[in-house]
Structure formats: structure tokens, C-alpha cells
């Protein structure tokens, strides 16, 4: 162990993601070797390495890192000295794929309580300014960014997706996509009695997509449809949508269903978001019937 | 601003230290391992193997070399920070509570558990400077707090010892003889178990949390009562801003009680408050489970958060952070 410590290189400026492993195992000439396509203008890293998995297969893989600068900071010598230690413990054995450290894809601030004379939060819209009426707002869905691109124009299409986060961002930056949200919040209206939807033909199409419902339980309190709406459709067309609200308090009860119009959109919602962190709480998402097979 | 979030550890966070420079982050967790991270963009460093329980404090030395920490595997291990090898263990009949060197770095505090009959102590040890002379003598035992003491951390200019815990009351000792000085007032203090105490950079001031849903601001001097902030949830842990006048707390349910109490009480937040006017800036939300760790990096422009969900969240302040008007 101690002969492959000190073979690995002390240049004081390397960074360890480039660092290449010493043990990596015995048939590392198989594979090719690492590239790293450095930081473009965006800020996009791009690493891509190979390594045998526990099967003996080739594996490929590609991480995709956006490198941000903070800003800069005052570092005293002593620190700047600390930053090239080696790693140690646990850590001996880090690779780029660790996924211990990532930065939050939600934006968090810091929530003013709202008391009658304070100013009002800053706005999250971005520096976008008012929305001329009949301007067309371009919005993102995979980084949240407006005005810039459409979904399939992303640049960062590989990124994780962030979450919409509709309970922080008041509502007005999000004009483009207020339609569905126009349904009251204060009575339920069954689908079939709301304006704008299909009277005829739709019977047998609903009870079909009946059997795609996906229901979500672990819902925070002010989860209401829009936002499952817009949780749920990048999956696929969403056909309807229900959040139990408890009329007394107006707090959504935890729990709601989603009806997707294709079964497989369902089955790919419910291996991804089950588990999924949404607002402070980890969502649990399954099939609303028995497993209908 | 966008937390960056580090799942090194497996089991809920217990403590949270950065070092003097604020280039260095230390966590420790009920998981057996205490973790080094890099506290601008939350790399990991290292981790120190030994510890066989869960280790509930820490505390560097002023030059970053000499880690200790306290766990429940009834050890108090010396580590050196950039290598993490194992230094020296002092061993004890119960579990240590709570670690913290002194001004200096030649003497520490550990607390014990009450275990087995065994009262809980408070003990000063001293630090050798070369770790083979290293000796486990205490220069100082003091007995006599009933029920567990949760922090105990030196004074100003190391004269003196002021220890929380349990019994809801904080008494100032003499370092040298152990003589107890002070005991903070039954009726203004808190009523139910102090569970985190922070020293405010220059020591002339400490916050203490407590599970009565309140954190008290005290002088150090005088142990009066300056400050009461008001929560609505038990305090896990506090920390105080060295640069602007906020503090901020974090807490809530312990896993054992979030079936027996209502479903809405679960939100996880750090709470800023301004440290004078007492009121509440705003809260910080984002972890899964209750806050149990809370620190503020030197230079007051990043603080992390550590909870029971495992998670540590470090969060650069946005620029509007430090143009907030109350």
C-alpha cells in the first residue's frame, strides 16, 4: 500500500478528478482510455471513462459536470496548501462517478416570513421583466431557464432534471404555463363538468387510462395539481390529475393520483419519482390499483 | 442560493465543526466515521476510521492538524487531520459526550455519559505536544451535574468551564479548581434539556437550544439571560453568524416521535434570527429529516447544516444575504 502512495504524482497543481488510478486492476490495457472534454463556454465537463463492472463487463461512463465559479475567495497559505492533500480513509478510492457531493438542482432561499410592512421577496423571474401580452415565453422544462430555449434546444438536456419548484416561485414568473392551473382551487369540479374538456368519445379512453393511474402519497400540504401536473408530464401526456384537499383547512391530504394517457409513461413515472425528494419530503409513488399485469 | 448536498454519511449527522480558516469542514454522524470535507465546493477530503459507535463531537486544533473526537464507543480518539491516522484513544467507563479544545490547543474538555452507576464528569486532559509522550491524566475531574451534559466549552482565556446538558441549567466552573462559579436562573432559563451550545467568536456571549422549543443568548461573564428566540419546534442545534448579527437554529421530532405527533409539525428548517431584535429573518429549508448539526463557516458567508436524513447541506450565502434590512 505505502509503495502506492508515493507513486502517485505530488505536482502541486493537479486536480484529483485527473488524477489517473494506480489500482485499477490488472486489465486496465483493455480499456480505452479517459477523456476529459474540458469546461466550453458554458461551463459543461464532459469526463467519459471506462471500467469493468461486477460482472466483468465494459462499462462505459460518462459524467457530466457543470463547472461554476462561486466566486473568489481570500485563501490564506496554509489553506491553499491543504487543498493538494491526499485523500485518505474513505476517500482513497474516489472516482469521478461519486455522487457524494452534488450541488442542489433546487434554487433555496432564504424565506422572509411575510409581515405587513416588509419588503416582498425578491422575485425568482430571472431579470426577465413584465411579459408583453402576446409575447411568446419560452420555457425550458429540463433547467428551469425561460426565455432562452425550448426543452428540446437545452444544452443541458443530460443534466438532472430539476423539479419545478412551484411552491417557492410566485406564481406570476410562470405565465406561459398557467392554464391548467386555472381550474379552482376551491371546489373540486369532476372532469366531465369542467369547460374545455371532451364530452363524447372519451368514456372508453378514460376507463383505459384508469388502469394508468399512478398514485402519490407523501405529498407536502400546499401540493395542489398544477404541481403534480408538472411534475408528471415529462413523462408523457398526463390525461388527469387529483389532489386530495381537506376542505376544512384548504392543505392538501398527503396524498393524490395521476392518470397518464400511456401505460409505459406511467411505469417509467413511477420507477423514477418513487423516492423522489419533492419539497422537503420523499414522495412515494405506485401503481393505484393491484398491480395490473 | 443552491446548497451543495454531501451524502457521505449513512446515519444522521450529530456535529458540525469547520476549522479556523474556514477551509476545512469536519461532520460527524452516528455512523461511526467522522468525515473531512472541503468546505467551498463540499469535496471530500477523508475519512477516520476507529471509532466503534457514534461519535457526537469534535473539535480541530487552531492549526488544523490535531483532530479529537468524542463517541459513544466510550473513547476519545486523537487523530491527525491531514493523514487520518489514529493518534492516541483515551478510554473512559462511558460514553463521551462532548470535546473542545482549549485556547492553545494544550488542554480539552470531555464530557461522559452517567452509565452504569458512573455520574457524569467532566474532565480536562492535556495535550502533549508530540503524540508518543501523550498520557491519558486528567489535570481536572469534576462530578456533579445530574443527568447528562450535552456541551461543555472553555470560557474566555480558558479560566473557565461552562457545561449544559440535561437538567436545563448552565453552570460556569473554574477550570483550575473546579469550584462550581454559576448557575443560570431556574425560572428564566430553560425547562427542558439543553441539547447544543454555540460560543460566539470572541466568547463573550453563547447560545444555547434547548428542547423547550426556545434558544436563549447569555453573557458569558455574568450568565444573564440577553436573548430568547422563539421556535416551534424542539432545538437541536444553534450556531451564531460571526459576521452579521443573525443566528440560526435548527430542529425538530426525533424519529421516534414523528408517528405520535401531527403530520403537518415535520418541516425541516435552519431559522435565521437577528441576534438583537430577536426576530425571525427566515428560514432555510431543504432537509429531509430534523436539523441535528448546525455551523457557520469564519468568515460568515457559507454555513452548512447537518440532519438526520444523513445529509450535509453547505450553503453560500446569496449577495443579498448581507444587505438584508430587518
Same mark, same amino acid.
Given at each position: ?23 485499477? *486492476? ?24 471506462? #471500467? ?21 475567495? #481570500? ?13 485518505? @480513509? ?53 433547467? @428551469? ?39 379552482? #382551487? ?9 369547460? *374545455?374538456? +371532451? ?77 423522489? *425528494? ?16 | ?42 469535496? #471530500?477530503? @477523508? ?41 492516541? =484513544? ?74 449544559? *446538558? ?9 477550570? +483550575? ?5 454559576? +448557575? =443560570? ?142
Amino acid at each position: 500500500m505505502a509503495a502506492v502512495e508515493s507513486a502517485r504524482p505530488q505536482a502541486a497543481k493537479l486536480r484529483w478528478g485527473e488524477l489517473e488510478e494506480d489500482d485499477a *486492476g490488472d486489465l486496465d490495457f483493455l480499456l480505452p482510455p479517459r477523456v476529459v472534454e474540458g469546461p466550453d463556454e458554458n461551463g459543461i465537463k464532459k469526463t467519459t471513462e471506462y #471500467r469493468f463492472d461486477e460482472d466483468g463487463n465494459k462499462v462505459k461512463v460518462t459524467t457530466t459536470t457543470r463547472v461554476r465559479k462561486l466566486g473568489k475567495a #481570500r485563501v490564506s497559505k496554509k489553506a491553499k496548501e491543504r487543498r493538494n492533500w491526499a485523500k485518505f @480513509g474513505d476517500a482513497v478510492h474516489e472516482d469521478v462517478g461519486s455522487r457524494l457531493t452534488m450541488v442542489s438542482t433546487e434554487e433555496i432561499l432564504l424565506e422572509r416570513p411575510r409581515a405587513p410592512g416588509t419588503k416582498e421577496e425578491p422575485s425568482v423571474s430571472e431579470g426577465l421583466g413584465p411579459v408583453q401580452p402576446g409575447a411568446v415565453l419560452m420555457v425550458c422544462r429540463t433547467c @428551469g431557464k425561460k426565455g432562452d430555449h425550448w426543452t428540446s434546444k437545452c444544452p443541458y438536456k443530460d443534466l438532472a432534471q430539476p423539479p419545478e419548484t412551484f411552491v417557492e416561485r410566485p406564481s406570476t414568473a410562470d405565465a406561459a404555463s398557467a392554464a391548467p392551473g386555472g381550474a379552482g #382551487r376551491s371546489a373540486y369540479v369532476p372532469p366531465s363538468m369542467r369547460g *374545455g374538456g +371532451e364530452r363524447t368519445g372519451t368514456e372508453m379512453s378514460r376507463r383505459r387510462n384508469d388502469e394508468n393511474s399512478v398514485r402519490v402519497t407523501n405529498l407536502s400540504e400546499d401540493t395542489r395539481e398544477p404541481d403534480l401536473l408538472e411534475l408528471f408530464r415529462t413523462f408523457g401526456p398526463v390525461s388527469r390529475v387529483y389532489v386530495a384537499i381537506d376542505q376544512k383547512t384548504g392543505m392538501s391530504r398527503g396524498f393524490g393520483f395521476v392518470n397518464f394517457v400511456h401505460r409505459e409513461d406511467a411505469e417509467r413515472a413511477i420507477n423514477k419519482l418513487n423516492g423522489y *425528494g419533492y419539497d422537503n419530503l420523499i414522495l412515494r409513488v405506485e401503481w393505484a390499483t393491484p398491480r395490473p399485469n | 442560493m443552491r446548497p451543495i448536498l454531501m451524502k457521505g454519511h449513512e446515519r444522521p449527522l450529530t456535529f458540525l465543526k469547520y476549522n479556523r480558516e474556514g477551509d476545512l469542514l469536519l461532520s460527524c454522524a452516528k455512523d461511526h466515521t467522522p468525515t473531512v470535507w472541503f468546505a467551498d465546493d463540499g469535496q #471530500r477530503l @477523508g475519512t477516520y476510521r476507529g471509532h466503534n459507535g457514534a461519535v457526537w463531537c469534535c473539535d480541530v486544533s487552531h492549526d488544523s492538524t490535531r483532530l479529537v473526537t468524542g463517541s459513544a464507543d466510550q473513547s476519545v480518539k486523537l487523530w491527525d487531520v491531514q493523514t487520518g491516522t489514529q493518534l492516541y =484513544s483515551f478510554n473512559f467507563n462511558s460514553p463521551a459526550r462532548s470535546v473542545d479544545f482549549s485556547v492553545g490547543d494544550k488542554l480539552v474538555i470531555i464530557t461522559t455519559d452517567p452509565f452504569m452507576g458512573n455520574p457524569s464528569t467532566i474532565q480536562v486532559k492535556r495535550i502533549a505536544e508530540d503524540p508518543e509522550d501523550q498520557t491519558s491524566d486528567s489535570v481536572l475531574t469534576i462530578k456533579g451535574p445530574q443527568g447528562r451534559i450535552n456541551r461543555a466549552v472553555w470560557g474566555p482565556l480558558n479560566k473557565t468551564i461552562i457545561s449544559a *446538558g440535561e437538567d436545563s441549567i448552565i453552570r460556569i466552573w473554574d477550570s +483550575e479548581t473546579g469550584r462550581l462559579l454559576k +448557575e =443560570s436562573d431556574k425560572e428564566s432559563g430553560h425547562q427542558k434539556t439543553i441539547s447544543s451550545l454555540c460560543m460566539f467568536t470572541d466568547k463573550s456571549h453563547f447560545l444555547t437550544g434547548s428542547a423547550d422549543k426556545s434558544a436563549k443568548l447569555w453573557d458569558t461573564r455574568s450568565l444573564t439571560l440577553l436573548k430568547t428566540y422563539q421556535m416551534d419546534r424542539p432545538v437541536n442545534a444553534v450556531a451564531i453568524s460571526p459576521l452579521l448579527d443573525h443566528v440560526v437554529i435548527g430542529g425538530g421530532q426525533e424519529a421516534v416521535n414523528v408517528t405520535m405527533t401531527d403530520r403537518r409539525a415535520g418541516k425541516f428548517e435552519a431559522k435565521f434570527y437577528h441576534k438583537i431584535l430577536q426576530d425571525e429573518i427566515g428560514g432555510v429549508k431543504g432537509h429531509f429529516g430534523p436539523i441535528n448539526a448546525l455551523a457557520f463557516n469564519p468568515d460568515g458567508r457559507s454555513f452548512s447544516s447537518g440532519g438526520e436524513d444523513g445529509y450535509v447541506r453547505l450553503h453560500h450565502f446569496d449577495p443579498d444575504y448581507f444587505s438584508i434590512r430587518m
